[in-house]
């Protein structure tokens, strides 16, 4: 078996749940957190950022090496000199393993620089909470940096070190266009990510400089005074850290309590994984705490109860299936005058459902009755893809700027016809198509004053971003004010903006109204469209007799800009229907399934999924016209199946409630 070192991404694993380290790099068990990171840095723009901090350090020798005992190697021959720049070099004491991003040394002084694809305003933004306390947030970029501190000072002593987090400045203007086009991804011979700068790099690209070194020495020293029990006794940073590694290298299991975080282990296998044979960490960990079988694991957990905070305060008490949920656990008070169902009580409803094997969707008709009364023929259903890049696209720009580049929109009218009436798209590689994607909304949108809606937050924000843009951009914008009104008029401002307003055509969020009226049992407290879309499929007749026959895309049937002669309505090997999700043609051809089912799933990569990745793809990634090609015909069948979902919701609600 190979050495198990502890390297600083399995010390942060640890630190979430420490038994997550006696599943990592075993391939009997389902693991997830490898393509997590992959995706996360594709999506945020990690490998760039790296690769930008490297360019402000010319000089600097990346340590490579085919494996971690070459890399050792070189870094140490390396260290012999009296002054060196080394980025990836390699550090080790005992079982303790450290790849540094950048590291300066300077004859007996060491400067240690972690690199992350995150934003801090120096002005604005603080590590600490108003009382001296650090904040949540940065904990895990405190507890890597501290992490290789410690390996530093016991593989070099005597040598002073200096820690830095290395983040995007979101107060600096990007000094030139295009920046983002001289950092490209490949993959090399194994498959892995590599990131190719542009030989047309220059100074004028590196200043200012968009990333600012953060020392962080003293918030270490804090993190580190901080108590950390080892069963229920006190340990040091360096001895809590060093138990750990004891326990990895003896392969022993870590006994650690089970609890919400439970309920985002990277080792919880599909019942695909499953049937292929993989093993569930996560259903070992709970079989061993609470002697659960099989058929346990079926059942609701508090774990999936929606939007519940103390979670962990019910699994202490004993309380860990939904249908052993007393109502006093939930408190489900009403919050009136606002109408429907409060938090408490949606969260009393699901458990209270799950209590009596009641698989019967609730819908409060008479309230969604009333909603609709309010509703403006023609509807509009709209959704948004964004992004916001570490590396802005263009000179002005300040790093991780929202960046708008698709859209959707479906119209419903008061007849029942329903059509796909546009969309949007911008993909070119360094563009930033903000305005242009909001002519093209405002365009499709103001030929008549009808409802408008949108499913979550999502849009409203963004919406919010743009107009903030508009404000700021000292360029000429001809129809800056058109585009300023058109904001104003059809959504709400942010509780951060020093303008306020509410537009007289403010977008209805339908998330809010699933949340208020209806719930069905098998989303399992998801409120995610894609797993709402599935389930009012299931309950509503109309809708599986309405898009069971060809019609979407069919001439005189529903017409589509993406799809021909589509049925969405289409049952298994058992009878049941299937999500119209996984009816998409695969977005991206060389992922694996499990990449791909992880981008489709609702905790999706943060603030991304398959859409921001795909895009961040067609920014960075060397690819073939053909490869772009159907990435683009997939990113707009996605975003299509988006805004026909929240009209199947509404065809269903508007017929089920009489609206």
Sequence with gaps: MPVRRLTKSRFQLAMSCPAKLYYDGKPAYANRSVEDAFLNALAEGGFQVGALARAYYPGGILVGGAGTEEALGETLEMM???????????FEFGPLLARTDILIKRGGRLQLIEVKAKSFHPGLDSLHNKNGSLKAAWMPYLYDAAFQKLVLS?????????TFLM???????????????????????RGQPEVLVSPNLSPAHLNPRLLVPLRVDAEIAQLEALERLWHKEPVSFPDYVDKLADHLVRDEKIISPIGKVCASCPFHATKEELAAGLRCGYRECWRAALGFTEEDFEEQTVLDLWNFYPKDQLIESGTVKLRDMKISDAMPASDKPVPGLSTAQRQWLQADKARRDDP?????AEGLRAEMTGWTYPLHFIDFETSMAAIPFNKGRRPYEGVAFQFSHHIAEKDGAVRHAGEYLNTLAGAFPNYDFLRELKRQLETDRGT??????????????????LLEDTNPIPDRDELLAFIRDISKSSSSSPEQWVGPRNMVDLLDLVKRYYYHPATRGSNSIKQVLPAILSHSAFLRRKYARPVYGAPGGIPSLNFTDWA??????????MDPYQLLPAMFTDLSGHDSQLLSQEDEIRDGGAALTAYARLQFEEMSLYERGHINRALKQYCELDTLAMVMLYEAWAEMAGG
């Design 80 to 90: 012999a000199r009296e002054e060196v720049t080394l980025f990836e070099a390699a």
């Design 154 to 162: 016991r593989a070099l002593p005597g040598l002073e070190i200096e």
């Design 167 to 189: 983040l995007a400045d979101k107060s600096v203007p990007c000094p030139v266009d295009g920046l983002n086009q001289m950092f490209r991804i490949k993959k090399d011979a």
């Design 360 to 364: 019967a969707p609730y819908m409060d």
């Design 452 to 469: 408008i809606f949108r499913y979550a937050d999502h849009e409203n924000s963004f919406l919010n971003i743009i107009y903030r843009q």
């Design 568 to 577: 969405w309505i289409r049952r298994d090997a058992e009878g049941k229907v």
